[in-house]
Nanobody, 125 residues
Framework: QVQLVESGGGLVQAGGSLRLSCAAS????????VGWFRQAPGKEREFVCG????????YYADSVKGRFTISRDSAKNTVYLQMDSLKPEDTAVYYC??????????????????WGQGTQVTVSA
């Protein structure tokens, strides 16, 4: 299994940037998939982006394409979420999550077995 700890949230003005980190410990094997999700008050948890540990293929929700970038540093066992051109509608608690999958990547939160504690991102207008 894997343990996840997020960091890097905060308050930023619209148009600004933030970088979130997700430090993984435990079994970071080649079939690990790490995803970022977010949940705003009163809304369902939604997929933001994900990355496969072995081939670093990435996937993005349409709402963040061109603004957010996910990356992985295998030496540090850390996945990053660089968020640029932030909008007020990006305000949410952001979670990193992980599952073990040999092929592809799932975008529904129910597919993920391991979760971090979440970090608040607030974008002011």
């Amino acid at each position: 299994q894997v343990q996840l700890v997020e960091s890097g949230g905060g308050l930023v003005q619209a148009g600004g940037s933030l970088r979130l980190s997700c430090a993984a410990s435990g079994r970071t094997s080649s079939n690990l998939v790490v995803g970022w999700f977010r949940q705003a008050p009163g809304k369902e948890r939604e997929f933001v982006c994900g990355i496969r540990w072995n081939d670093i293929s990435t996937y993005y929700a349409d709402s963040v394409k061109g603004r957010f970038t996910i990356s992985r540093d295998s030496a540090k066992n850390t996945v990053y979420l660089q968020m640029d051109s932030l909008k007020p509608e990006d305000t949410a608690v952001y979670y990193c999550a992980a599952e073990y999958r040999n092929y592809g990547l799932k975008t529904h939160h129910a597919s993920y077995d391991y979760w971090g504690q979440g970090t608040q991102v607030t974008v002011s207008a």
